[in-house]
């Protein structure tokens, strides 16, 4: 009996431990799709915005662009998939949480947080970035709805 029930508490950490070490992948290329998106904020002239992002075990790359027409800003960061806070571009504190269905991004410091948590859309080419953003000039809670870019591989 004890065996048994040494066994089945063994079985029952190991899946636990399982499900939460692991997270969704999001790498991809990811264009905005407007249409789908909630912005209540967004900067005047903006067209669109492109997503990159790739994952490697815990090591987690996003480089983003906006478009304002023909001109872009773009923005890179990396940040560390283990839920401890770190320094992030110099000016931030931030930290990612990884769970089996979403990603959240958290960076903040003196009267600003945004807060960011990734997750599939309908499918695994729809990607939601669900954004809360506060600061002492702008406060914003913007949906961001994008679809993955899909690559063919020559055969």
Known sequence: MRNKLF?????VLLTLTTGFAQSIDISGTWIL???KSQLEAKSEGFTGSKFIISQKGEKFYLTRYHYYGERSNKISF???ADGKTRPV????????????TTIKASIWKNN????????FGSTQNELIA??????????HHN???FDKVITETVK
């Open 89 to 100: 571009k110099l000016l931030f504190r931030g930290k990612l949480e990884p769970a089996p």
């Open 7 to 11: 066994v089945t508490t063994i079985c």
């Open 112 to 119: 600003f947080s945004n807060i960011v948590d990734y997750s």
């Open 33 to 35: 799709n407007l249409e």
């Open 78 to 80: 990396k940040m560390k």
């Open 143 to 145: 949906i961001w709805v």
């Open 130 to 139: 669900d954004e809360v953003m506060k600061s002492k000039h702008d406060n």
